[in-house]
């Protein structure tokens, strides 16, 4: 019987986080949607206008946060896939603190240069002022803004992507609910819509840190510095992508703004604000999908797992290729309503089908880049992100309005031109790894290492023992031994089947490397450890007998599924 890794693991590991991430990313975004249509059909557009200009401040908060905590999330996962669950844990306690710091010193700064700072992001004397206003209140409102990122992150890490859902409805429902409350019953203006995003953004920070400070969450509340034996430049470079994603959606906004306002003036720069508030939606696909990824790949890179990754980055596609399709499909569909809805008398309906027909495109960048992040390699992550989000849009634009054509193909070509480039960048460059993904494959052409999924029945249990025990027999060790090994694992992939009601599939990883026999076993279910147990337990002696011959057992709960480590060293008789 041929043993081969299939999805059926990691597809339902995937999809317990897809639709809670895709769920997030949207409720995260219902603060823009909601602001610009509240605003639009209560203020006018030049409420509308005055809240895209603010947009990059809101955005540098976003960087700070995403710098920070990307950071350490990515740090931390790759920890966990080297076994080193302390480091992981020091890493959270670090991304409190400078958080916590980094929002201090906006605010403060943020308020003082409050009038420059305004004059600077928009020259138009009727908006300029509503522009002071919306800021001064989103500025005061920092800390929870930065500090939303830690939870959101580390509950993902934490297998918790439900509770980062219902965090994240909150934010988005409660900045709804309290938009309707002061711009209508207390008429507060563009200063009542910035006061109730923070008040919403600060009940679901609240709520994220209850959650990871409760018995079931796998990390502890702290502030620490730094993380011992974590250079702060490691976790800058890891945090970079997601930090320069929102630089340049920034200067992207900033650039695009200063474009339509000289070429075609304010009202299609509110229509723009428009726009952007979609595009923001279809990053519920764009980004929501690759995000549901991002700590198994995280993990899969410590522990340099590349046939997981590959399957996991076709699961992403396979997800994400139909639901831009529906998402497609409704914009376009409602662009006349979505127009309408925020007081604009122009169609939009060019640029969502240009929005659209971008759509699959953007998917694939944002899960490369997503993928690159978390795996290390952060140059070719900030290099497509520079290309997607400013240069190739931006460029776009201009030479679109040049030249007279229609503005909004540049959210087309954005995203097709970074395709392209990529696509011949990663052919001349990848010499010494696969021809996409930039994987080291030294180990699997070497032979040392095998990947393979088991169903939870008696019969497949059998056959991946067998195979096991060939690998170790293959790379040097004794018959005695493996016999050992072949009994112990059986008693153990049979244990774990019989204690959980559900139907338990495996996937394993079998590898030698510098004289180690490594065999790392996952499987779904509840939390259930099978190397605690009571000495007295007949049932447990296979896993007594296995963990005496081993060099190390471990177990750990990630990402909301089950991981056993064995390492046992090999050619010892």
Not at 221 to 238: D, H, M, N, P, W
Request: neutral net charge.
């Amino acid at each position: 019987m041929e043993l081969k890794q299939d999805e059926q693991f990691l597809k339902k590991a995937y999809n317990r986080a897809l639709l809670p991430c895709v769920l997030s990313v949207l409720s995260g975004n219902i603060n823009i949607l909601a602001d610009g249509i509240l605003v639009g059909q209560k203020l006018g557009t030049n409420a509308l206008a005055a809240i895209n200009f603010s947009l990059p401040v809101y955005l540098v908060l976003c960087i700070a946060g995403s710098f920070i905590v990307s950071g350490t999330a990515v740090c931390a996962s790759d920890a966990i896939g080297r076994n080193q669950s302390r480091q992981a844990q020091e890493l959270y306690q670090m991304s409190i603190f400078w958080c916590t710091a980094v929002s201090v010193f906006i605010t403060v700064l943020g308020l003082v240069f409050l009038k420059p700072l305004s004059l600077l992001l928009c020259f138009d004397e009727n908006v300029t002022p509503l522009v002071a206003e919306y800021l001064g209140m989103t500025i005061a409102g920092a800390l929870p803004k930065i500090l939303i990122y830690i939870p959101f992150w580390f509950l993902r890490l934490d297998g918790r992507n439900g509770q980062v859902t219902l965090m994240m409805l909150i934010m988005g429902a409660g900045n709804v609910i309290l938009d309707v409350l002061f711009l209508y019953a207390f008429d507060m203006g563009v200063f009542g819509a910035a006061l109730s995003s923070v008040i919403s953004t600060a009940a679901a920070c609240v709520l994220g840190f209850a959650k990871l400070c409760d018995k079931k969450s796998g990390f502890t509340f702290g502030f620490r510095i730094k993380a011992e034996g974590v250079r702060l430049s490691e976790t800058a470079r890891a945090g970079s992508p997601s930090a320069a994603n929102n630089l340049f959606q920034t200067l992207r906004v900033t650039a695009i703004n200063a474009l339509l306002l000289s070429y075609c003036g304010s009202k299609t720069v509110a229509a723009f604000t428009a726009v952007n508030c979609i595009c923001a939606f279809a990053e519920s696909v764009t980004g929501g999908v690759p995000q549901a990824a991002s700590a198994m790949l995280g993990i899969y890179s410590g522990e340099h797992d590349n046939e997981s990754t590959r399957l996991l980055i076709k699961r992403q596609l396979k997800s994400g290729i139909p639901c831009a399709a529906v998402f497609s499909a409704a914009v376009i569909l409602g662009a006349d309503l979505i127009s309408g809805a925020y007081g604009l008398d122009i169609s939009l309906r060019s640029a969502f089908i240009c929005l659209s027909l971008g759509m699959i495109p953007a998917l694939i960048n944002c899960v490369l880049s997503g993928f690159y992040n978390v795996s290390g390699r952060n140059a070719w992550a900030d290099l497509l992100i520079f290309l997607r989000v400013f240069f190739a849009p931006c460029s776009s634009l201009f030479l679109l309005l040049r030249f007279g054509q229609d503005p909004w193909l540049f959210l087309f070509f954005g995203e097709m031109s970074t395709l392209v480039c990529w696509f011949f960048a990663t052919g001349i460059s990848h010499k010494e790894s696969s021809r996409f993904l930039l994987l080291d494959t030294s180990l699997e052409q070497s032979g040392n290492v095998i990947n393979f999924s088991v169903n939870g029945d008696a019969e497949s249990i059998c056959s991946a023992s067998g195979k096991i025990t060939d690998f170790c027999a293959d790379n040097g060790m004794s018959p005695k031994q493996t016999m050992k090994i072949s009994l112990a694992l059986e008693e153990m992939m049979m244990l774990i089947s019989a204690k959980d009601e559900s139907a338990v599939t495996f996937d394993l990883r079998v590898y030698s490397l510098q004289g180690v026999i490594g065999i790392r076993i996952r499987y779904g279910g509840h939390a259930f450890d099978p190397l605690t147990y009571a000495d007295n337990d007949d049932e447990y002696l296979g896993i007594r007998l296995i963990e005496s011959m081993c060099e190390q057992t471990l177990y750990q709960r990630t990402f909301g599924t089950n991981t056993v480590q064995i390492f046992v060293e090999g050619g010892i008789a």
